[in-house]
């Protein structure tokens, strides 16, 4: 066997893909990784002119899909089947953030608009991928995109917590029944990716609308990771969803992936102690 063979190319050969917030951020950074792997990626999103033009890039499907509506997520995993007649992989990865601010203000309706999208939105995903996966017979993987603020508080706001830590527990609950039919299904959770969706955050939580991409990128590296200078990037997290939507992780399932370079793991508030 020469050195080549262990080359990890193709690691999705003619694999099935749907990818719920698949138009910009981490969706489009895992659907890129994913179509580079040999995969056919349906990309489901909001954002239409977006989405369709990272399809086209990719050779891959788009639809327009509001995962909150149930009937949307349905109509994005049919077209997989129309398209490829099967479905092996699917990243419940669409989210929002917010509503910002103290639990004593928390509006209700805020709440649930957001757990419509977060956590319905992966209920959806996670029920109508086992349906196709069940019926076709094909042992495929449901990966969920939770976050560092299910494992740590003071990280996001109560609303974004709440459904990223309900996100685990459906995920370990549908990794135990799907497991019967070859199913897996994991998370990953990452930590301070300087996406859209963070840059907007950082905006609000400073009141600073002008920071830059850069600006989060240099904060979270000196903050929030153990790795010294070393922030996380999108391909960081379309990585261990790669990894978990392989065959390579074929006996892993109702794990969560933390995806942030050691921040939850370790506090560097006593590093002076590993001196000397
Ligand atoms: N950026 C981070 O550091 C971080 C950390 C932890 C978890 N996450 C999670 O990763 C996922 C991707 O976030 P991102 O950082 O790439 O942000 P992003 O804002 O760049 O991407 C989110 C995507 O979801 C789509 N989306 C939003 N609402 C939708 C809806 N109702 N239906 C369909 N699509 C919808 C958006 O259009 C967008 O394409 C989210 O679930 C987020 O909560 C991100």
């Keep these: 066997m020469d050195s080549d063979s262990y080359l990890p190319s193709k690691r999705l050969l003619g694999k099935v893909a749907v990818i719920t917030g698949g138009a910009r951020g981490i969706g489009a950074a895992t659907a890129k990784a994913f179509a580079q792997n040999g995969a056919h990626v349906v990309i489901a999103d909001i954002l239409d002119e977006p989405g369709s033009r990272l399809a086209d890039i990719i050779n891959g499907r788009y639809t327009h899909c509001d995962v909150s509506i149930e009937g949307d997520v349905e109509r994005a995993i049919q077209l997989a089947l129309d398209w490829k007649g099967r479905l092996d992989i699917m990243f419940n990865n669409a989210g929002v953030a917010g509503p910002d601010g103290s639990i004593t203000n928390l509006e209700i ?53 709440m459904s990223k830590e309900a996100i685990l527990g459906l995920a370990r609950t549908t990794a135990c029944e799907l497991g019967e039919h070859g199913i897996r299904v994991n998370c990953v959770s990452p930590h301070g990716v300087a996406s859209e969706m963070l840059v907007g955050a950082y905006k609000r939580f400073l009141g600073n609308p002008d920071l830059k991409t850069e600006d989060v990128s240099k904060m979270v590296s000196e903050t929030g990771s153990l790795l010294k200078g070393r922030g996380p990037t999108v391909e960081d997290v379309a990585q261990g969803v790669l990894f978990l939507a392989s065959d390579e992780s074929g006996f892993i399932t109702g794990h969560n992936l933390v995806i942030d370079g050691g921040f939850t793991a370790a506090s560097n508030q006593m590093s002076f102690i590993y001196q000397g």
Excluded at 129 to 152: E, L, N, P, Q, Y
């Design 109 to 161: 309706g805020r709440l649930t608009s957001l757990l419509a999208v977060n956590l319905h939105g992966v209920v959806h995903g996670i029920k109508h991928a086992a349906r196709a996966m069940i019926d076709k017979k094909t042992a495929g993987s449901i990966i969920c995109s939770s976050s560092s603020a299910a494992i740590m508080g003071g990280l996001a706001s109560h609303a974004y917590t």
